[in-house]
């Protein structure tokens, strides 16, 4: 007793212990975040009850005060849930749970760019005690437990997504939780985990339609488990939770149809160049899964530059790190592999379950990117999180199989070389983000024009605006063009102009909209623009002028 007790509270402080260590490493990461990107935005305007509002009345084409524009992604009124779903399902394709948390969050802490990181944080952290109990019920040493959830809290799938405030962060919780129910039930057979393996059916579909991949492919791995012991009985139970769970999703959001259809119409058409350069963004996700440094810095969603030389050797750093974390992984993965008995109870086992799984669902959703069937966005590593859960378990199986070959320095060593490389990368960050600040300059602005009231677009530049800064915000630049308006008729002082490369707005335009500008006497332009990366969501520039 003395001894299960003992062993209880080793597991608490290992617990304990990532949590720790996650939240020092990303606490400094997130405080430092002080833009809030396209996607961001519409998720705050989403929780805070906007969405409909926005998407079917704003003050386009007059001026405003700021504060008029503010008052779409601030949270006067508590619990209303319905209004989030009415607006993701008619103006946006997402499912609500995550908003109606996000909601609920904000409504304790404030609606902040710093508070809606940190809930991410919070769901990451749980994410990796699953993963960490995941692996210690298939029997995997706590030492070999810690060192896979460490690596996977401080990957750079991990890292990136809590980065933004969206839904893939309790995405790959829940799949996480899903896989650890599964194997649970699995072994016991006890119907406790089965009611959990609805509620975390029915709260993954609720978060992110695509939650039914992880789904089919771990219930297909189970079923073909059961059905290699002959218990029918539990295939059937097991088959009757799933349509309990579909019928309480319908239940909850009837309308996602309205939803789905959206996305549909979203998808882009087949092109051999598209399909190449989708390939291609595919082998890159791979290279980056096992690799605890940041190189998305310089540049967001992981692409490479190399104007400058630190930037050239920070991203030939991490290209290096990332290629040497996934070769030996691999390596790991073939000699455990080998291992192992080479039968088919061997193969379908509960054992297996975590690497077949977590492979088939990284196939099927590489399977829909490659043939357009979802956006061309849509290979971030914020987008494939949901598998590395069940990698990562399978990864420390692995290590638990080929423990006699791993070196004892190298399971000593791997630890602090995590953290540090992470310390390392939340630096890089740090120093980075702080270019950012001159998004702050906004606030020096007696008028402000804007060329685009896109709801990813517009929040952004108006985040840090005075309230009392005179706003005119036109839908495009066409519009912008054919009523541009006099700013000194509504303030003296200084002007900023935030122009959108997005959405049909073109750098042309732009220029002829400075020449207009110039005739009004606004003058000697400065831009904003900060290294790389962009001020404005998806590509654009702010001017400052001087009348």
Known sequence: ???????????????????????????????????????????????????????????????????????????????????????????????????WLLHIWFSVFGVSITSGLVLNLVILLITAVIIYACCRVLDVSNTFSFIVSAAWVLSLYSRMTIS???????????????????????????????????????????????????????????????ARRRQYKEVT??????GLAALTFYLSHPNFLEAMGRADAQAQSFSLVGFAQRLGSVGGTVLQLFNPLDWSHPLPFGLLDFSDPLYAAINLLNVAV????????????????????????AMVSVDSLPFVAGVASWLAITALYIFFVSPVHAIGLQ???????????ALGQAAEACKDSIPRKVVVALPP?????????????????????????????????????????????????NPATKVYAAATQDDLLANLPDPATVAEGNLFYASSLAYGNTPEKRQQILERLAEMGYRNEAGLSVSVVYLVPLGGEIYEFEH
């Open 383 to 393: 987008y494939l999180h949901f598998v590395t859960p069940f990698l990562f378990v």
């Open 237 to 242: 139970q097991l088959a009757i939770v799933s």
């Open 1 to 99: 007793m003395l001894t299960a007790a003992r062993g209880f509270k080793v597991e608490l402080l290992l617990c304990a212990l990532l949590v720790v260590v996650g939240a020092a490493i990303y606490l400094p990461k997130l405080a430092a975040a002080v833009l809030i990107d396209h996607d961001d935005v519409i998720s705050v305007i989403a929780a805070t009850c906007n969405q409909v509002r926005y998407s079917e009345a704003i003050p386009t084409g007059r001026w405003v005060s700021a504060a008029e524009w503010q008052q779409y992604w601030q949270l006067d009124t508590f619990g209303c849930f319905d209004q989030i779903q009415h607006g993701l399902t008619y103006y946006d394709i997402h499912p609500p749970l995550y908003f």
């Open 417 to 465: 070389l995590l953290v540090i490389g992470a310390a390392l990368a939340t630096a890089l960050f740090v120093a980075h983000r702080s270019e950012l600040l001159r998004i702050d300059e906004i606030k020096q602005a007696d008028a402000l024009i804007l060329d685009s009231d896109e709801i990813g677009i517009l929040p952004t530049i108006l985040w840090h605006a």
């Open 164 to 226: 933004v405030i969206r839904q893939y962060a309790l995405f790959s919780m829940l799949a996480a939780l899903l896989l650890l129910l599964t194997v649970l039930w699995l072994k016991k057979r006890q119907p406790g985990y089965l009611f959990g393996i609805a509620i975390a059916l029915v709260a993954g579909v609720l978060t992110h339609y695509q939650f039914v991949i992880p789904a089919v492919m771990t219930f297909l791995c189970a079923c073909a488990i059961l």
């Open 322 to 345: 990332g290629g040497a974390g996934l070769y030996f992984a691999a390596r790991l993965a073939i000699r455990a592999y080998r291992k192992r008995p080479d039968t088919l109870d």
